[in-house]
């Protein structure tokens, strides 16, 4: 399998700027998860769904902040309008629900830089 | 609410050196236990896991980790570091739903 996918894997853009980002999950997993790593905050889980449905997105920063699973083999995390702040490392990673636990696959991630 | 605790936030070792990194957790139920490394650079990876059973447990690259249910503890050991091991670790647990709480990582210099 080639793992989670995830594109692109560096952005650049500036403010103000739309920026959607893409993840592909590993083929048969049922959950999917978004997740944000900055120096100042570390790893912050956004959302994540299972079987296409968002199960919970407390993490989501704010309402510029949107995901969506429109099928169990594509993910996207937009932000719109997007701001300096956004700059991070956004990862994707998918698992398999499994009878007594289960691990995250996780994605190579996408640089986001927004200027 | 769960809580993951690192309390290293970075350490250094020369080659050879023995590791252990603590990992503490709040959570009265049952857990899941994982402890990720991510290469500088990389995507985190799996290192080990524990679900249940044995509460020793071993992982790849020689990395083992203990579950003491008494403490809420997951710390991670090398016997022996080396340079490649140059990374930053993550403690994670996992309750009744699927995801993770992660730590806040141990970032591990090892000097050649």
């Known amino acids: 399998d080639a793992g989670v996918i995830q594109s692109p894997r560096h952005e650049v853009t500036e403010m103000g700027q739309e920026v959607t980002l893409r993840c592909k999950p590993i083929s048969g997993h049922d959950y999917l998860f978004w997740y944000r790593q900055t120096m100042m905050r570390g790893l912050e889980l956004l959302i994540y769904f299972n079987n296409n449905v968002p199960i919970d997105d407390s993490g989501m920063p704010e309402d510029r902040f949107s995901a969506k699973m429109p099928n169990a083999s594509f993910s996207t995390l937009k932000i719109q309008p997007s701001e300096p702040r956004d700059s991070a490392v956004y990862f994707c990673?998918?698992?398999?629900?499994?009878?007594?636990?289960?691990?995250?696959?996780f994605g190579p991630g996408t640089r986001l830089t927004v200027t | 609410a769960q809580s993951v605790s690192q309390h290293n936030h970075h350490v250094i070792l020369s080659e050879a050196a023995s590791l252990e990194l603590g990992c503490n957790y709040s959570y009265g139920g049952t857990v899941n236990l994982f402890w990720y490394v991510q290469y500088p650079g990389q995507h985190l990876q799996l290192l080990l896991k524990y679900f249940s059973g044995d509460p020793l447990v071993k992982g790849i690259k020689g990395f083992e980790a203990e579950f003491i249910k008494s403490k809420f503890s997951f710390n991670l050991r090398k016997p022996s570091v080396q340079w490649s091991d140059t990374a930053e670790y993550f403690c994670a647990v996992q309750t009744g739903a699927n995801n993770l709480f992660f730590g806040t990582g141990t970032r591990l210099t090892v000097i050649p």
């Open positions: 990673a998918s698992s398999l629900r499994r009878a007594g636990g289960n691990e995250q696959y």
